[in-house]
């Protein structure tokens, strides 16, 4: 009998992972100046860490770049600008509204400030306000009742009548110009509202009387909303931004663990998930929330218990998995079996939680990667008590079981970060800085 032909299985071209120009994912101060100071959302990376690292991959321009977090859209931005087609997705749908604004290109810079200007005259509508309005958690019904009308009158110019819509479908829809009309009453708002923002740049206070709510003058509400919309207009118009055919670009409200993203559509993916550091996201953005309630049928609630780093216990139980790799189970006895209160069973639930729906998010993104695509991500480890969480080690074991095979990691240490905001963290003495680390993965079949 002629010997069996060995089979000779195709290998896949290896990624040349040191031709990658891996800058600080740190955001630094100057970063935040300028048109990308109207989204002071804490947890993003610098411009300049996205484009060194798509240029240095030399990757054709019909390239397709995903980030699956994207929070205020920085991938989606410089993908798109370096010419690829780019594929945001975001379950806040705040964080989408900020991503389509930032996607205006330099040319509307011009129609901004006239079209602001129209939409406040246009104001003298019946009172649109209502007591159950959730602004009138934070203003008074006056003021609330003024930025209702702002909200009005951008949303029947500019959406039209819209009925809410689940998954903040009509989030997605809302073109550029109208998502930075939005962005202005945000900035507005913010700027309004600053007597109720704590040092932790993530939570709002909330006024314990209503004599303690933001009560100012309608004329002052449309007074913040055209400074801003004009400080916007003059920082776009000072900027190189050219037009980005819309096709190019997808940005959209979507739960990275449930996504239907096509499989093998996408050639790299650069990203960062939500930090495990128990801060509830959405707190950040509850006001932006209240602003965009009419377009949305899911409360901040449901928002919050489906983000991933939900501070709520999960509904249904959830067990370890062996999955999601032996640093990470390590990690999970060592939290449950802490001996501080509630660590075996509020902190260890909404670990499990975070595991679950991390572990879920990057089965979709490497299925949604073609065989031989790259992912970058940005992971921060952090602790729970005195016990380190060694994220940046768990994603890679994670990606294990999901054909992502790691080619390289650079570590990076931080020193603005949230154990620097919360004091109570100091007294487990830990070190004051995490590390952020960048973790490229190729696509293997
Ligand atoms: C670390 S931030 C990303 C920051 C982003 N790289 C930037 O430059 O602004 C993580 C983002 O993940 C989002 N997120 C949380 N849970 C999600 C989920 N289940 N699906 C999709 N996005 C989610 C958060 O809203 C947040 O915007």
Redesign the pocket.
Known sequence: MAPKKPIHRVELPIFQFNKLKITSPKRDKRSQTGWESFFPYY???PEGFVKDLLQSAKLSLDSTILD????????TFVASRLGHRAVG????PV?VVIARARMLPQSEAGSLLPLALTLTAQRCRPKVGTPDDPLGEWFAPATATAIRQIEVAIRESTVGDVTPLDGGANVGRISGLTATLYLGLFAACRSLSRMLRSTNPTWMRRPKSEALKTNVSSADVVSAFIDNVSAMAAELAASQQAAVPTPRWTIDV????TAKLTPDSVDFVV?????CTRID?TAATSIELAILAPLLLEDRAELSR????SIRVPVKTISQSAEWGGICNGFLDRVRTHPSKASATYYYRTHLDYFE?LNK?LGRISSALRPGGIACMVVQDSYYKNIHNDLPSIVAEMCCHHSLKLGRREDFRLSRSMVRVNRHTRIYGRPSEPTEAVLCFEKVS
Do not use: F, Q, R, V
């Open positions: 947890a993003g990376y699956p977090w994207n929070g205020s859209g920085t991938s997705l975001d379950i806040n964080m979507a739960d990275s663990t990203t960062s998930p939500p930090y996201y489906n983000m991933i780093g729906k998010s």
